[in-house]
């Protein structure tokens, strides 16, 4: 029984004495541990960590229909934050996502930020229905986002070679040397 069951000053009992339970020891409402909920209904703490709360969910329901629903998202988002936060690595993510209706999902947990981010940007064109490749699904939205891209100099560099050019060749040259093509960048190599 939890240390503060039955309290220090009181009798001692007749269950040691003589095996029976008098009635004053089956009344649990004057416990630390017991909190009323409503007329006959009680909350009784399980742990030696505090007393229990009249005020907190009495657990009467298996059904979430109950919690309103910021509520679920707030404890969703906690979890979820333990859950990212006990993984072995320095960059996380657990996604859920609703495309067209379906929900997906999509875990990347690894140390290589560029790796994490690469696999959740090509997860993410794939999900979407479109007969585009995801690379040339992922310029179209980065395009149409008005998100501003900035490449180091030498890319440009990697993209003159991928096609046979060189620094002194013109611009019109590079257009020319694309015009059957998409442009990709970085270059396969």
Known sequence: MAPADPPDDSPPSARAEEGVVRPDELDYTGSERVAELSDGRYVVATDNDGTPSADASDGGSDSDDDTPPDDRGSL??????????????????????????????????????????GELVTWYVEQIDTEASASEAIGILLLASDTTVSYPANTVAAVLREHGLTLDDSIADLVEALKDERLQIPPDE
């Open 76 to 117: 969703a988002r906690q979890q979820m934050a333990r859950y990212v936060s006990e993984r072995d690595s320095d960059y996380g993510l657990a996604l859920t996502a609703a495309f067209d209706g379906e929900i997906a999902h999509h875990e990347r947990f690894t140390d290589d930020v560029a790796a994490a981010f």
